[in-house]
């Protein structure tokens, strides 16, 4: 066996006894081989993907120590307090620790008796700190939180700079780069400042599955909220507004509904603030009303819910927000409430900037704006803007892949003289611009440049500059626009060529503004578990955590609790199974929820289920627990019932496309789809383009369209494929009984 091999195998097994995990998530084992053969290190993966264990498994491997540097007094704490109930050897030092209490850290660290040391920027670069690290091995050093290191990420630090001249002295430590909001501009500047190589980069996708996103209009944000939290009983969840009067005006609002909410805003003492986090936390509150300035380092995993009741500033906010919730792989809500009078606030806040910060901070607020007013799935936005393309036309997890798509009007003409403009004034100038000169303006910068005298002056007099500002922002959407990073002009692609020349056509909505929609309701979690069992587990964390003063998450996540109450393990060898149980946590509490399990399940006659499943499961157990079902699973089983496609768009009043998108993801969650004819047909296809494609799904699978829709030179479209990737893969996966086609 190679020393590789045995490297992975120990990783593996650190995984299952320490952490409780059976399997890596995507790219966790390869980052790990890599830091483990000492290779410096970025991981650009979303909040809730994996990072910590990234580091955390090669730490326990080391002969030495690592070193993870954070500007987070509460996440240091929490991955300190978690790893210490794992039985892992990890100190923090930071300034929020007693003289006692540093003092017994750092003897600790003398006596060689750490593994992980988690400290600030600030107290690495002290010269005691310094001293005290010289005589140790230092094995890794971990970079939390990377994206501080560059001058272009939101929160840039410039004590982050210095971490270069600490690595120059321990340069046998392998250096590692973690963060989760880096658009590819920062990206590099991180790999210069810390001179790594692009070949031990890894990216994951900054797409957040369990994430419902949903934006709505603004109308009555108090009401809207209220009806929006009746949704979440018991559960936790954040409220992100724009000014602290509005966190303490809509915090008393909801404490005068019976709401267990409390404020969080940088008005309230420190004292305030921090026992405040600490309730939420600690599950004794259930919702927090914040600024942004709540949430950073905020690890809590089972946040089922954020709010924003104001616009954030830019998708990078706005994404590391949301980012807080579902943090446990289970399904979590996000609501952005809209108003084009937030924009006119946070354009004054903007105006207050450098000409530089400026028109950095306007270019990032019209790319959430487009986020707001995209008709398309919402992820498409906020993925392009981290440099990432998502394949499919609809995720089916966010309001706009939902709801039925608005009513459109052919805006080729208004999008054909809005790019000759673009293309007239040489690509150098913004939306403004190009909106004054299409409507005439006689603006001292029109005249400067000469443009009063292009052929395309005054000829978009007829339409509304709000109209305008939002067809430019639909042209960046959807490809016919780049924007320069850096000065903001605007830049023609090859697909508005296109629409210049007439081969092909532009729609957009005939409005500025979206029509009220109504509120999507909260998505149910994927296992059928048994909610009375659920609650005495929580119950029993619950007490637990306050016996040894810790949050709850800390014994075990949610979702550990809901596959207890799907699985209903009685055996500790039937609990080693569930997520997030290892041999240390077995030792410490197994026989203490088994306790409350056994209890619950053997007079109900209850058995356990040995085998956990990875899809849902039918529930076998005598009382009957009412399940809620996504839609796409009743449609599923509409279908495998023998209606066609056509009779359940029809009953439902959807779209087919939007039936197909409900079977694709009822046949990707792991349930067998009848083969149906009627898929064949719906394509529109040859039968000789369709078994081209059948060749190719062979080739090159069939769960990413892309890659075929790339190799057909873009010739088949998406929703043709779509019909023939969905009976594909009911050939494979053939559904037991028979139906005839009606």
Same mark, same amino acid.
């Given at each position: 066996m190679t020393m590789n091999q045995k490297l992975i195998n120990q990783s593996r097994q650190i995984l299952s006894d320490v952490f409780g995990y059976q399997e890596f998530r995507p790219l966790q084992e390869k980052i790990i081989q890599n830091i483990l053969n000492k290779k410096d290190t970025l991981v650009i993966m979303p909040t809730g993907g994996g990072k910590s264990i990234c580091y955390q498994i090669p730490a326990l491997i080391f002969d030495g120590v690592t070193l993870v540097v954070s500007p987070l007094i509460s996440l240091m704490k929490d991955q300190v307090e978690q790893l210490s109930e794992l039985g892992v050897p990890a100190v923090v030092l930071n300034s929020s620790l007693t003289f006692q209490e540093y003092q017994h850290n750092v003897d600790l660290i003398i006596n060689n008796k750490v593994k992980l040391l988690y400290l600030a920027p600030e107290t690495l670069l002290m010269p005691k700190t310094q001293a005290l690290l010289s005589s140790k091995t230092i094995s890794c050093l971990t970079i939390d939180e990377a994206h501080c290191i560059s001058e272009w990420g939101h929160? @840039?630090?410039?004590?982050?700079?210095? $971490? =270069?001249d600490f690595r120059a002295k321990f340069p046998n430590a392998v250096c590692v780069a973690l963060t989760a909001t880096a658009t590819p501009r920062v990206q590099q500047d991180i790999k210069n400042c810390l001179q790594f190589e692009s070949s031990n980069e890894f990216i994951a996708s900054f797409n957040r599955t369990n994430l419902f996103i949903q934006i709505i209009q603004k109308t009555k944000p108090v009401n809207q909220a209220i009806q929006f939290l009746k949704q979440f009983p018991?559960?936790?969840?954040? =409220?992100? &507004?724009? %000014?602290?009067?509005?966190?303490d005006?809509? %915090? /008393?609002? $909801? $404490?005068?509904? #019976? @709401?267990?909410?409390?404020?969080?805003?940088?008005? $309230?003492? #420190?004292? *305030? +603030?921090?026992?405040?986090?600490e309730l939420f936390i600690r599950d004794d509150i259930q919702i927090i009303v914040a600024t942004v300035a709540f949430g950073m380092g905020i690890n809590k995993p089972n946040i089922r819910f954020v709010l924003h009741y104001d616009l954030p500033k830019n998708i990078e906010g706005y994404y590391q927000q949301i980012g807080r919730?579902? +943090?446990?792989?289970?399904?979590?809500h996000c609501l952005l409430l809209f108003s084009y009078g937030d924009i006119k606030k946070l354009k004054f806040i903007i105006d207050q900037k450098n000409e530089n910060e400026k028109r950095l901070a306007i270019m990032h607020l019209n790319s959430l704006i487009a986020l707001v007013e995209t008709d398309e799935c919402r992820r498409k936005p906020i993925l392009n803007y981290f440099g990432e393309t998502y394949?499919?036309?609809? &995720?089916?997890? &966010?309001?706009? &892949? *939902? %709801?039925e798509p608005e009513d459109v009007a052919d805006m080729t003409i208004p999008a054909q003289k809005f790019l000759s403009c673009v293309a007239r004034t040489k690509e150098l100038f913004g939306a403004k611009h190009i909106i004054d000169v299409l409507r005439g303006s006689k603006g001292s910068k029109v005249f400067r440049f000469n443009h009063q005298e292009l052929s395309t002056y005054g000829i978009g007099k007829d339409i509304s500059q709000t109209y305008w500002i939002f067809l430019s922002r639909q042209f960046i959407i959807k490809g016919l626009l780049k924007q320069d990073t850096q000065f903001g002009s605007l830049k023609l692609t090859e697909k508005a060529w296109r629409v210049m020349r007439g081969t092909e056509k532009f729609y957009a909505r005939m409005e500025e503004e979206k029509p009220q929609q109504a509120m999507v309701e909260q998505k149910p979690v994927d296992l059928p578990y048994d909610h009375s069992l659920f609650s005495l587990l929580r119950e029993k964390r619950k007490v637990l955590a306050d016996q040894i003063n810790v949050p709850p998450y800390v014994i075990f996540p949610d979702k550990t609790l =809901? *596959?207890?109450? %799907?699985? @209903?393990?009685?055996?500790?060898e039937c609990l080693m199974k569930i997520y997030g149980i290892g041999i240390v946590k077995l030792k410490k509490y197994g026989q203490s929820f088994l306790d409350v399990i056994q209890t619950y399940c053997q007079p109900l006659g209850i058995k356990e289920k040995s085998e956990v499943m990875s899809k849902p499961i039918a529930s076998t157990q005598e009382k009957e627990i009412p399940i809620r079902k996504y839609r796409y699973i009743i449609i599923g089983e509409e279908f495998n019932s023998g209606k066609s496609i056509q009779q359940l768009a029809n009953e439902l009043r959807i779209k087919v496309n939007t039936v197909i998108s409900h079977l694709f993801k009822f046949a990707t969650q792991g349930y067998a789809l009848r083969i149906s004819d009627e898929l064949l047909s719906l394509s529109n296809l040859s039968d000789d383009i369709q078994q081209k494609v059948f060749e190719q799904f062979r080739i090159l699978g069939h769960y990413q369209l892309k890659p =075929? @829709?790339?190799?057909?030179? *873009? /010739?088949i479209s998406y929703d043709a494929l779509r019909f023939l990737q969905i009976h594909y893969h009911s050939q494979q996966n053939p559904y037991n009984v028979e139906f005839s086609e009606n």
């Open positions: 929160d @840039f630090r410039p004590e982050y700079r210095h $971490l =270069i018991n559960q936790s969840g954040i =409220i992100y &507004c724009l %000014t602290r009067r509005t966190v005006d809509l %915090t /008393q609002r $909801l $404490l005068e509904q #019976d @709401f267990s909410v409390k404020p969080y805003h940088a008005g $309230l003492s #420190d004292s *305030e +603030r921090r026992i405040n986090q919730a579902g +943090r446990d792989g289970l399904n979590a394949p499919d036309s609809k &995720c089916g997890m &966010c309001d706009n &892949c *939902e %709801t =809901i *596959e207890m109450a %799907t699985y @209903f393990p009685q055996s500790k =075929i @829709f790339d190799h057909f030179n *873009e /010739q």
